[in-house]
């Protein structure tokens, strides 16, 4: 099995910081890209940031400039660090990692974190 778990969220006014972060853990050979998706009430979940295990990295255009997705191997864990927040920027905010599970086989499976809200009020 495998599990992964963030933390980080809560309330912040505007123009606020929040750091995000997700941890995976179980049966993992090998973890290939990471990224955070947020929901909001009533919209579709959308790609917030994505990193490679290269540490390339991809953003949402309405979070470009203002969020950096970051990752550390070592742990299997992936960061968000989340500056200048917006009231929009309110969701659920989930993790992503797309991985192998075993040597023996080179299957990826992906996997979903249980979601963290994040919520930008004054």
């Known amino acids: 099995q495998v599990q992964l778990v963030e933390s980080g969220g809560g309330l912040v006014q505007p123009g606020g910081s929040l750091r995000l972060s997700c941890v995976a853990s179980?049966?993992?050979?090998?973890?290939?890209?990471m990224a955070w998706y947020r929901q909001a009430p009533g919209k579709q979940r959308e790609l917030v940031a994505g990193?490679?295990?290269?540490?390339?990295?991809n953003y949402g255009d309405s979070v470009k400039g203002r969020f950096t997705i970051s990752r550390d191997n070592a742990k299997n864990a992936v960061y968000l660090q989340m500056n200048s927040l917006k009231p929009e920027d309110t969701a659920v905010y989930y993790c992503?990692?797309?991985?192998?599970?075993?040597?023996?086989?080179?299957?990826?499976?992906?996997?979903w974190g249980q979601g963290t809200q994040v919520t930008v009020s004054s």
């Open positions: 179980g049966s993992i050979f090998s973890i290939n890209t």
């Open positions: 992503n990692a797309v991985l192998r599970r075993t040597y023996y086989s080179d299957a990826y499976f992906n996997y």
């Open positions: 990193i490679t295990t290269g540490d390339s990295t």
